[in-house]
């Protein structure tokens, strides 16, 4: 069996796409999950002002998240959420090791 780790993750969305937050968080849930990861937790995300412009955007959406994952599919999951344009920054870190 392999070793899955706590993580907590942190995402900027962007706040003026049209389908709103709820589907950028659907979209960022199907990342976790398609990598070996689950869910555990999660806020809902809330605007704010941003310390300096990302991709000329003032304002964004924080979205924090709790979840299980393998500590090799991090990597996968970080790649793909800089694909994913909707999503300005991503953080991920470990809560227990």
Aim: net charge positive.
């Amino acid at each position: 069996m392999k070793k899955t780790r706590i993580y907590s993750g942190l995402f900027i969305v962007d706040p003026d796409r049209e389908e709103g937050s709820e589907a950028i968080e659907k979209d960022i849930k199907a990342i976790i999950t398609g990598n070996t990861g689950s869910v555990v937790g999660e806020k809902a995300t809330v605007k704010k002002r941003l310390a300096f412009p990302m991709n000329k955007k003032e304002e964004g959406g924080y979205y924090e998240i709790t979840f299980k994952a393998e500590p090799l599919a991090i990597e996968k999951i970080t790649r793909l959420c800089k694909i994913n344009t909707d999503i300005l920054r991503t953080f991920i870190d470990v809560i227990n090791a």
